[in-house]
């Protein structure tokens, strides 16, 4: 259920102001800049960012990946463990996939900061489907 | 890392539009209703916009039940579980602590469609702190 | 890949004595003695004997509905939160099936001791594949 | 929760025939044969064995770390994705410290078949506590 753009548009996505970077086959990267509006009341940005980062790249690039096929790319499931809170900069998300079965990816997300110290980590499971 | 108001503010919960409706001890409900800005691009909501509801409800739960003996909420874990894609009206969230304990709280939450049916489940493992 | 009891044969099930009792139709439950071999050494039961009783009654629960269709059921995820230690009468389990799909059944599961209290928390997602 | 051979003694370890290997600071490294008593009824290592041993070598490696400084080590979640199945030679895990907190670590940790491929993904978080 994350964003895929096949029709270039991803209403969340843009929300928080997600900024795609370049990926690799197999691996995905983007970042969104700290501002007010992600922040809770505590001045840390809200955890409830860094799933829909993963979420927003994982399913894309799956789908990416698959669309070809005559597949669509859907979220199962998504976790993310926090370590340490990012208050500004950016938010930076790299994910890999860890296995592109017939009919599910599973994704491993880091997230760090601007000096690279880990913040959180994620898990994103994508079915892969037949598109009806 | 969760929202909770503690100044009144929750930039991403305003962001997506969440709705709290009333709660007793060790339960949180809200609510958010689907328009274009939370779908994702097969005009289902986004995957993330789930996580981001049972975060900020949790975050905000313990924070209230805490914060009068002096301590803060602090999330630490969130998952999510997807069953069936929502489309229209709203997303509906209603979450339970299911411990309450002296350094954390973990919550459990059930996401479901107006017609009911449940539609994602979902973990929230908040950290309850003395703050400093 | 979790037990299905097939062939009547569940060997770490018999290792660590799980004892399967009446279920009904999207429910399963079973129990497992405190003995001291599923001990970890602070004399509390190990962690790890609540994913196995999991993972074995999600697993089988879902192969006995399935397989009239043809089908087999295989363990896909396996998540445990620990709230409170059991160190003596029963280890509870009581799953129930919160989604059957055509492709996965997503469980959850309650541990609890013999005085009712619950001690934690699992989910378990089972894969339900056509058999080959 | 999980074994942290405080005693010498670690019964589920032992029943399901987890060697211990040789480990770095921040890092646990074990294997378990695979015989007859640790498949499910398919002949594929029941999907339970994953956590008991990521729970074990982390627990394990957690309290040896911290139990210099009067701390104990108590399992606070556990959890197994599953992405391929092993039927033969050993269950080789290879856990990684990603944080190491003051209250908790969280660990990642990989299981892979003799062959080297990637069989299931692990994350085990555990609560470092003052000893009573």
Request: glycine share 12%; with cysteine.
């Amino acid at each position: 259920m994350g964003a895929t753009e096949e029709a270039g548009r991803d209403g969340l996505g843009e929300l928080i102001g997600i900024e795609h970077l370049d990926a690799d086959e197999g691996e995905a990267r983007a970042r969104v800049a700290v501002v007010d509006r992600i922040l809770q009341p505590y001045g840390l940005v809200h955890g409830g960012v860094y799933p829909v980062v993963a979420e927003t790249i994982c399913s894309k690039a799956t789908y990416e990946a698959v669309a070809g096929e005559g597949k669509v790319a859907v979220g199962q499931s998504n976790s993310a463990t926090f370590l340490r809170p990012i208050s500004s900069g950016h938010v930076n998300a790299a994910a890999r996939a860890r296995h592109r079965g017939r009919t599910s990816w599973v994704w491993q997300v880091e997230i760090t900061d601007d000096d690279g110290r880990l913040c959180a980590l994620g898990e994103v499971v994508v079915a892969v489907r037949d598109s009806r």
